[in-house]
């Protein structure tokens, strides 16, 4: 059986984003192929602690998992919940991928440099994050990895370990699907980025500091309303989808159809030739206010006993798998 896996920091409370470029279309995906995949959903609690952390730890983790739940993940035996520090397996696979991967290529990913861009001395934990990722991602011999699409350098340079490793010590691990497939698989043909309302040349990120850029999981549904109808647009006056040209607009068709599970296309086929941003925007709002209302009903349901349940049968069999694995791996290197 293939895997399908994915992960999200859980460093506070989520975006809009981070809900429609990642934890929809994995739920979406999970419950379309659980039948056929492993679905392998964990916490990388490893990788929230590069930077602070807002409000508790503990708190984040267990709520990131109901958001998975409240956006209608269905459970069965081949869905594993895990936390990532719960299986010790994925810090010793990353220095063994350490010891492959080089200064160069690492130095190279973007959201290094973006998160050490302006600061005096930056952790080591932000430069290695792309190895431990792809620790978490080759000890499954996962294939699949549903990411937006400011993560798709990290799955390019997962490949490149995986087949470097497998030239040098043999065929150890399944090297993921190249990005092309990836998105394929996820059924949204470029990727997916939600911008920043205010700035929507930007993606939408938690850091960013003005409220009015970013919709939050845990917004008032109105006041999100709001956010979406002050959205920056442009003065073109036409309703196309052109990222580059119109990144307002087309941000906003982007989450309309995300948030009504439409292809792209059908979206923006509706809405060509309206020249009204007001109405694009009023549907748009009401769609994510409507989106949120139900989204925070169905989270206020989740008891924490249901999630400790499914990480205790989800961290036996990450470890089993995980342990098994790094052990091929260790023979290969002659650690063992
Ligand atoms: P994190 O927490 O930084 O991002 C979580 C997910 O949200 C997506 N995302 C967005 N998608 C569309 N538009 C946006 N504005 C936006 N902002 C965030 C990110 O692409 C990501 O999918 N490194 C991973 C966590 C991780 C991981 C893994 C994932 C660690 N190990 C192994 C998969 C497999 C991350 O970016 O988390």
Not at 153 to 168: D, G, P, S, V, Y
Not at 200 to 228: G, R, Y
Request: one cysteine or more; charged letters at 25%.
């Amino acid at each position: 059986m293939k895997t399908i896996l994915t992960g999200i920091r859980s460093n506070s409370v989520l975006t809009l984003g981070n809900y429609l470029g990642a934890l929809l279309p994995m739920v979406r995906l999970a419950n379309q192929h659980s039948g056929e995949y492993q679905v392998n959903i964990f916490v990388p609690d490893l990788h929230s602690i590069i930077s602070d952390v807002d409000g508790d730890l503990q708190e984040n983790i267990v709520r990131t998992i109901k958001y998975y739940l409240a956006a209608g993940l269905k459970i069965n035996e081949n869905v594993h919940i895990y936390r990532q520090s719960y299986v010790p397996a994925h810090s010793e696979l990353c220095w063994i991928l350490d010891c492959v991967a080089t200064m160069g290529e690492t130095s190279r990913m973007i959201q290094y440099k973006e998160k050490s861009k302006g600061q005096e001395s930056c952790n080591v934990g932000i430069f290695n994050y792309p190895i431990l990722m792809a620790a978490d991602i080759l000890l499954y011999d996962a294939t699949y990895i549903p990411l937006g699409e400011d993560q798709f350098q990290h799955i390019e340079l997962t490949r490149n370990l995986a087949m470097r490793f497998n030239h040098k010590f043999g065929e150890i691990f399944t090297v993921p699907a190249k990005t092309a497939e990836q998105v394929e698989f996820m059924g949204v043909p470029d990727g997916i980025r939600i911008r920043d309302l205010l700035n929507p040349e930007k993606k939408m990120s938690k850091s960013t500091v003005a409220e009015n850029s970013k919709i939050m999981l845990d917004d008032e549904p109105e006041k999100a309303a709001k956010k979406i109808m002050s959205a920056t647009t442009d003065s073109i006056g036409k309703i196309k989808f052109d990222m580059w040209g119109q990144p307002g607009i087309s941000n906003l068709l982007q989450i309309e159809a995300l948030i009504t599970d439409v292809p792209l296309q059908d979206v923006i086929s509706t809405w060509a030739g309206v020249t009204r941003y007001g109405d694009l925007k009023k549907k748009v709002a009401e769609g994510v206010s409507t989106m949120l209302e139900e989204f925070q009903t169905r989270l206020a349901e989740i008891s924490n006993e249901r999630v400790f349940e499914l990480f205790e049968s989800g961290e036996k069999y990450a470890n089993e798998v995980a342990k098994a694995k790094l052990l091929e791996v260790q023979k290969a290197v002659q650690l063992r």
